[in-house]
């Protein structure tokens, strides 16, 4: 009962992490109706420059260079693809996928075959609850999570950049003619998707994690399948479908042994193995709007 706890609070956090990847795929989807292959490099970008600085300018210091690298990144993808390119929204998201084979390249010869640290003040701390042991940067990912997450979506209800991203998701052509600058719209959803990939790097790399290295941004496309299982053009998808794979990779992985009979490494194709049944029975995902064709 000991170790499930634990794989269930584990699950949660992780999941958490991988709701605040999974929202900058759906704020970008919802703004511009492309989906964003480069922002695993983005999340990258964003813990490599926070683990460059954190020796010169300390943790948080460090942390909002890195969230205001990945953001103006974003920026900048959206000024040149989108706004300059002017090319079909399919193109543009086949282009994402040369940005981030670029990016990550680049990134990944920057790291060389070493593991970064990030700073983080937790280090391998751990918080024993009765009989439950759980690492404090899981409690922190947790926290840190609920705050953005609450956040955004406050921000998405209530505010008139919340009723622009809403008014521009719902008909594009119609909020241009109220008024509505889809050029800004578009550019702030793109920095906000790279500001949220950044912080969700300090956690991908977190203890138990050993830290930032080449494949980490392998590790952050796991959040792909939270937002095609939720929804690509749902805020509330990418909440329950971060928490759904989280769950599912630490269960999974946590009773690796009992699974052994359907191979080694289950816990990492697990989440690609929930999405694919899913979509089976919803293809728009579990919040997803259908999309309805007259004939």
């Excluded at 060389?112 to 003040?121: A, C, E, I, K, Y």
């Excluded at 805020?235 to 359907?262: H, K, N, R, W």
């Amino acid at each position: 009962m000991t170790r499930l706890l634990e794989l269930l609070i584990n699950g949660v956090s992780l999941g958490a992490v991988y709701a605040l990847i999974a929202l900058g795929f759906v704020v970008i989807f919802r703004a511009t109706e492309v989906v964003n292959f480069a922002h695993a490099s983005l999340l990258l970008l964003g813990g490599y420059v926070t683990a460059v600085l954190h020796d010169d300018l300390g943790f948080l210091g460090a942390l909002a260079v890195g969230v205001a690298a990945a953001a103006l990144c974003g920026a900048f993808l959206e000024f040149v693809l989108l706004r300059r390119a002017k090319a079909r929204r399919d193109v543009v998201a086949i282009a994402t996928v040369g940005i981030d084979i670029v990016l990550t390249a680049e990134l990944t010869r920057r790291i060389g075959t070493g593991v970064l640290s990030l700073g983080d003040p937790w280090h391998n701390s751990v918080v024993h609850i009765g009989g439950v042991t759980i690492a404090q940067t899981r409690i922190a990912a947790l926290l840190t999570a609920a705050v953005l997450i609450g956040a955004f979506l406050a921000a998405f209800k209530y505010t008139s950049w919340g009723v622009s991203m809403r008014a521009v998701a719902e008909d594009s052509e119609t909020a241009a003619l109220m008024g509505i600058r889809l050029g800004r719209v578009s550019m702030s959803a793109w920095c906000v998707a790279g500001a949220l990939a950044a912080v969700a790097a300090v956690f991908i790399t977190a203890f138990p994690t050993p830290g930032l290295d080449r494949t980490t941004s392998v590790a952050a496309l796991k959040a792909f399948p939270a937002a095609i299982l939720g929804g690509l053009d749902s805020t509330t998808g990418a909440l329950v479908g971060g928490l759904l794979i989280g769950l599912t990779e630490s269960l999974v992985g946590g009773y690796q042994d009992d699974l052994s009979f359907l191979g080694r490494g289950l816990g990492d194709v697990a989440p690609y193995a929930v999405m694919v049944a899913v979509l089976l029975l919803r293809p728009a995902g579990l919040f997803g709007t259908r999309e309805v064709s007259r004939v």
